[in-house]
């Protein structure tokens, strides 16, 4: 990512630096993955099956090029650790990067955060007795916790670090003064924040102050939650209740609706030049941005798992990066005309046509 919104350069530099190689971070051995695996969908649903689903995709992720596995506690209340744990135990420990996350809990009222000192070492115990491990590789703070300082929160996890209890320190939906104000008392090593096509709000400021300060930026949802595979809008696929609770139901309504379409028609064809599908694109241009260590992705089994695995391995060219590049800011633009201003320019060109 760069400072410009647009245009070669960022795509340019991107490039070149996953041609330097995958990245390490912290006091882990081995290089990131371009792709993660996402654990958040295996909270959901029965629990046998639950649990065989993820056991399944799982094996084939690691099998097939990913190293990285992402949960925290909050997704099925430690249904997901406690399935990664199960699957760590046939494994060669140090070959698999467990990423997981502290301060976030699912009560009764809705998501609360506790990054209290004494919580904090008792979520640490927790989740490695979930995970069946001694260490954790990444461990991230989910959310920052607004009644406790950042400066108490970082000096908790640089004492886990310095323990050697986690192996890398990372954050997760901060912004760039929080990552500031965690930096003053702590080393950190990755950033966890959304970006995709269609959230790329990163770029500005916050993706180059990462890059300078060598913090590796993983993004999450690069599929946007599966609207960017293209299904609701290409293939009218219904949307299911489960996924309609997280997706953002304002990109599916109009005028955003049809705006949406045209912008993933455009990007299909290109995918179709590779003989690759709208989500491999997809995730091949997100964990190709500069500054993206890796992007974790949700697979619900093992044929979005086939699918997505195959988005490693091969480039997009400059060429159609800068299409791409024009097609999302064209995407933007429209999206940034407010309805006035898009009724002026009809009546415009209308006129214009008489
Ligand atoms: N740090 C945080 O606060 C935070 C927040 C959100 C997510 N995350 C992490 O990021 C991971 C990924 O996020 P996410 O699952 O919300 O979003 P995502 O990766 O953008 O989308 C995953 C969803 O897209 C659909 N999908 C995936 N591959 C597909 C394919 N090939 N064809 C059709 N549909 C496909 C599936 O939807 P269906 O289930 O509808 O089939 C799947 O659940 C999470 O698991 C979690 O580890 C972190």
């Avoid at 990913?66 to 430690?78: F, K, R, S």
């Avoid at 970082?154 to 004492?159: F, H, K, R, W």
Wanted: hydrophobic share 40%; with cysteine.
């Amino acid at each position: 990512m760069s400072e410009s919104t647009g245009g070669a350069d960022r795509f340019t530099c991107g490039r070149m630096v996953r041609a330097t190689g995958a990245q390490t971070i912290g006091n882990i051995k081995v290089p990131l993955s371009p792709i993660c695996l996402g654990t958040w969908i295996f909270g959901e649903g029965n629990a046998v099956e639950r649990r065989k689903k993820t056991l399944e995709v799982m094996n084939f992720a690691i099998s097939n090029g990913i190293n990285m596995i992402d949960t925290a506690p909050l997704y099925g209340q430690g249904f997901s650790e406690e399935v990664l744990g199960e699957f760590l135990k046939n494994k060669k420990r140090e070959d698999i990067i467990v990423a997981t996350k502290l301060g976030l809990s699912k009560e009764d009222s809705g998501w609360v955060s506790n990054l209290k000192k004494e919580r904090m070492y008792q979520e640490l115990d927790e989740s490695r007795k979930r995970l069946s491990t001694d260490y954790i590789d990444l461990y991230q703070v989910h959310y920052p916790d607004p009644s406790v300082p950042i400066a108490s929160i970082a000096e908790t996890m640089y004492g886990f670090y310095q323990k050697g209890m986690i192996k890398a320190i990372g954050v997760s939906n901060f912004n760039l003064s929080q990552i500031k104000k965690f930096m003053k008392y702590s080393p950190l090593h990755a950033l966890q924040n959304q970006f995709h096509m269609f959230n790329r709000g990163m770029e500005d400021r916050i993706g180059p102050f990462c890059f300078k300060n060598s913090i590796a930026v993983i993004s999450y949802a690069p599929l946007n939650v599966g609207l960017l595979t293209g299904k609701f809008f290409l293939k009218d696929i219904p949307l299911s209740l489960e996924t309609a609770q997280r997706i953002n139901a304002v990109e599916l309504t109009e005028p955003r609706f049809s705006i949406n379409k045209t912008c993933l028609f455009r990007l299909n064809n290109i995918s179709k030049k590779y003989e690759k599908s709208l989500a491999q694109l997809v995730i091949n241009w997100t964990f190709s941005q500069k500054g993206i260590a890796s992007c974790i992705v949700g697979m619900r089994d093992i044929d979005q798992a086939e699918e997505n695995l195959k988005s490693m391995g091969w480039s997009i060219s400059e060429e159609d990066m800068e299409e791409i590049g024009r097609i999302l800011e064209e995407r933007e633009r429209k999206i940034k005309l407010s309805p006035v201003r898009r009724m002026v320019k009809k009546i415009t060109s209308l006129m214009k046509g008489i």
